[in-house]
């Protein structure tokens, strides 16, 4: 019975193109990991002989007048194709076997996020422009790779008057959008796809929700698709943030106490517990009211998850590829853990015949609230 799994593997300097059959036929293994808040990596693993293709491969990434390698995994299950990473190799290393005679080429690389990395921009002015602005600006320069900018707008503009003061850049792209999303309390992320050779530049906040995944279900007989799971429950580990604004004219300072549910981060069951802990986050007093709460709103969403669980599956039986920043459902665990789940990060793991993933997941609160949770994406 053929397998419902294809793998196609591209690369190329700037533009990835399909690799050829020799070099396929050399992967030994794959393992890309993504994170809802920070950069996707990958790491692949070839067979190296003598006078193989792979040598020409090893160049590519090496030799300095292509000094970029770009990289594409792309998984077609069940006739829908998928982007699992597009990249650059950012290191490479030849492993021998003294005793079955052969060796091993291990590239590893990151998202399109690391071209972000490479250059120093410092000192690059911003006149009259918000950093949601700054931010489109910036990205557009990465329009060539295929980066498509999705920003989402400051919920309360902050433009600092030119002839008052312009913004300018500090460090390289990569490391001044993030200052801007923390900033702002917001998130930065590439997602590979929908297209070879495209990735979409997420900038906002971090939105929970959306449309949920395939469900995960355990200890429902036949319909178990996960091999180990396992469920953490910290309630002391949420805070309640308080920001602070002050009256430029009385110079007096109010405190803002932000709750765990938020309009990006609502209940995802019906218990939410109280936060045990208080956070003061005393450098809000002298930002705009409106940049204040974003990071107090920041900081709510990111210790509200009271609930963790970590897990695996295979792919091939759970029917699809369980992707990382969005929802999914969970059945059979028990009414205080059924219901809705933040996917916050799933590690890839791919050989010739097996695709597995390890998960990891999270919510705010206990019991779901809805009465049945769907088992199939609407």
Known sequence: MASPLYLTLMAGPCVALPVPKPLIDALVSAEVTESATGKSG?????????????ETFFLLAASSPIPLLRVVLMANFGGLPQIVVDGIVLHHEVVPDAMKGSSKLVVTGQDLSALMDLIDFSGLPYPGMGPDL????????????????????????????????????????????????????????????????????????????????????????????????????EPQHSVLPIVFSQDQTTKLVFPIPIPPITPFNPPLGIAVPIPQKVEQLDDTAKLPIGQAIMQGMARAVESADVITSEGSLDVLRYGDILRA????????????????????????????????????????????????????PF
Not at 352 to 366: D, H, I, T
């Open 325 to 376: 920043r969005s929802l999914v459902g969970m059945r059979g665990a028990g009414i205080a853990f059924d219901g809705m789940y933040y996917v916050d990060s799933v590690t890839h793991h791919l050989k010739p015949g097996e695709y597995k993933q390890n998960f990891v997941l999270k919510r705010n609160a206990l019991i779901a609230n809805t009465p049945v949770v769907p088992s199939f």
């Open 134 to 233: 700054r931010v489109l600006t910036i990205l557009a320069k990465y329009a060539a790779f295929g980066v498509v900018p999705e920003v989402i707008p400051m919920l309360i503009p902050d433009i600092e008057v030119p002839i008052i003061s312009t913004p300018s850049q500090k460090s390289t792209d990569l490391a001044y959008i993030n200052q801007l999303a923390r900033d702002c309390g917001y998130v930065f992320y590439m997602v590979p796809g929908p297209l070879p050779g495209m990735s979409q530049a997420y900038w906002g906040p971090m939105i929970r929700i959306g449309m949920p995944q395939q469900c995960l279900n355990v200890n429902l007989d036949c319909w178990t698709n996960v091999e180990s799971l396992n469920f953490k429950y």
């Open 42 to 54: 990958f790491q692949l693993t070839f067979t190296l002989a003598d006078n193989s293709i792979l």
